[in-house]
């Protein structure tokens, strides 16, 4: 049975009700300063920036997701097994360091997490909430029996 011990979803689906918000808004304000109200208009203004929107919400929460459970570690588009990681602690960062998620660097506003492997490579974890991806890893490394 599989555990989830943490994830980051990315972005969450409640992003796509903005752009409607927005136009509701201006709805509102058009409405509120006595002039017509272009009802059609702002329809079609709400399903365009949520038409806009959702690739968006798409391309993060495929991406920028990561989960930890106790069958390894998927990071973006990247799975690596728990067998494979051996330590999290105490683990300093080689200059070229592969990221892990398929990217060339840690994504934005995003905290990188040195992880070794049991080949010894080191490898570059990387989450919004990096000590609650370090604890989980620790707890998965330890119930393999890999922590240095």
């Not at 992003?15 to 272009?38: I, N, Q, R, S």
């Not at 067998?83 to 892990?100: F, Q, S, W």
């Amino acid at each position: 049975m599989t555990r989830t011990l943490y994830s980051e979803a990315g972005v969450g689906w409640l992003a796509l009700v903005w752009g409607p918000l927005f136009a509701l808004l201006g709805a509102l304000a058009e409405l509120a300063t006595g002039g017509p109200v272009h009802t059609v208009a702002w329809i079609m203004i709400a399903i365009g920036l949520c038409a806009l929107t959702l690739p968006w919400v798409y391309a993060r929460r495929r991406f920028l997701s990561l989960e930890v459970t106790t069958h390894g570690l998927r990071q973006g588009r990247e799975q690596l097994e728990a067998a494979r990681i051996a330590a999290v602690t105490d683990v300093g960062t080689p200059v070229g360091a592969r990221v892990l998620g398929g990217g060339w660097t840690v994504p934005r506003k995003y905290d990188e997490l040195p992880v070794k492997l049991d080949d010894g490579t080191v490898v570059l974890a990387w989450a919004r909430d990096v000590e609650a991806l370090r604890d989980a890893l620790s707890e998965l490394a330890e119930a393999n029996g890999n922590q240095d």
